[in-house]
């Protein structure tokens, strides 16, 4: 069995199972149980981080660093994938991935994560994709500017265009006429995550500007306040998301298009769990 490739992986939680059954397999070590005798980790607290119910501490991680001879460079590329995991605080796991992205290799083992990455953190990305299904769009950079509401530089819009061209998401009919491509986004993990949070906080940002921006007859921001089991939260969401499906669904029958909206649900906690009085 060969020794798994760390550069490969973006949970470190799968790379460690992966690099424990080589040990095993290659007879470098017998069982979990010797892992752990070996590294002075216990049995339990090492099943509880492959698990997922904790995480790999800095202790932990140079207790397995000479079980599984990793250089250095592994080791920092191993915190870093555990900060991106475990982190709550997103500006601390981006950096942790741009410290990761800059590796040695990784753009070469790593090209669909970071075409998917790079496609998700930027609203204008999905914008420029979407703005291509409407009738009449051009697919040039002065056009585009024009007709997004929010500023986005001319150089900004030709990157996003050249990368919409050359990864498949739009294909060239004529000058200015173009295809929309379905694909599909392929982004893992706390990667994902990272992306994710960075279009949520771009999509954030533009419906707090078009409270001034966009007519009230032309936006919808609605705010509820109500009080909810924390059990109901996920029945509320699915319900929410369902909902939101629909309504794009049924818009696409119309063939109408004229604008493109983005349509965002947010549901989060405004107060701390308040406990019944007995």
Known sequence: MDRPELIKFHDYRV??????????????????????????????????????????????????APIFKWSQEE???????????DSEIHEVRKQALARIQSRAGYSAENQQEIESYRYISHWYFPAIKQLALLPGFRAN??????????RV??????????????????????????????????????????ALAQFHREILELASKSIEKVPRDERSLMAE????????????????NKLVKKIIRDEAKVDQSEVIYNVSVLS???????????
């Open 225 to 240: 306040m109500f009080p909810i089991s924390i059990k109901s939260f996920p029945r509320l969401r699915d319900e929410l």
């Open 15 to 64: 790379y460690l199972k992966e690099a424990m059954a080589h040990l095993i397999a290659n007879k470098e070590q017998k069982s979990l149980r010797s892992i752990s005798r070996d590294s002075g980790i216990s049995p339990a607290y090492l099943a509880m981080i492959l698990g997922g119910q904790r995480n790999l501490s800095e202790d932990a991680l140079h207790k397995l």
């Open 268 to 278: 989060f906690p405004i107060s701390k769990k308040v406990n019944k009085i007995k």
């Open 75 to 85: 080791v920092d590329h191993l915190r870093n994938l555990c900060l991106i995991a």
């Open 141 to 150: 950079p002065k056009w585009i500017q024009e007709h997004l509401r929010e």
């Open 153 to 194: 530089g001319l150089p900004e819009i030709r990157d996003a265009l050249k990368f919409l061209f050359e990864k498949g998401y739009l294909k060239r009919i004529s000058k200015d006429e173009v295809e929309v491509k379905e694909k599909g986004v392929e982004c893992h993990g706390g990667v994902y995550r990272i």
